[in-house]
Nanobody, 123 residues
């Protein structure tokens, strides 16, 4: 019902920047919170940042000041601007969204994940 497609990942040198995008498409009534998570090899998936439909953002403490999340509600798109990247930022970055969808005539809230986009930061 909702597809999330990430883009913008790639290889960057330490100190560089990348901007990730995630577009939500499909059939839904509304999208509320959208966010970014990441998973490095051997590690659990962790929160990077989330943003409400009203634009209130929350970040992982360790990433405050380097990463900025934003969204364009008209385009159903969330962005993650990453600056001063470090090798330890290397991970697969996943988009996540809460959406209200129609299900059997009812509106229900569901959570969706994208397929992920690889970010590799070289030293």
């Amino acid at each position: 019902q909702v597809q999330l497609v990430e883009s913008g990942g790639g290889l960057v040198q330490a100190g560089g920047s990348l901007r990730l995008s995630c577009v939500a498409s499909g059939t839904f009534f509304s999208i509320s919170a959208m966010g970014w998570y990441r998973q490095a090899p051997g590690n659990q998936r962790e929160l990077v940042a989330v943003i409400s439909s009203g634009g209130i953002a929350n970040y992982a403490d360790s990433l405050k000041g380097r990463f900025t999340i934003s969204r364009d509600n008209a385009k159903n798109t969330v962005y993650l601007q990453m600056t001063s990247l470090k090798p330890e930022d290397t991970a697969v970055y996943y988009c996540n969204a809460d959406a209200t969808v129609y299900n059997g005539g009812y509106l229900v809230k569901k959570n969706y994940w994208g397929q992920g986009t690889q970010v590799t930061v070289s030293s």
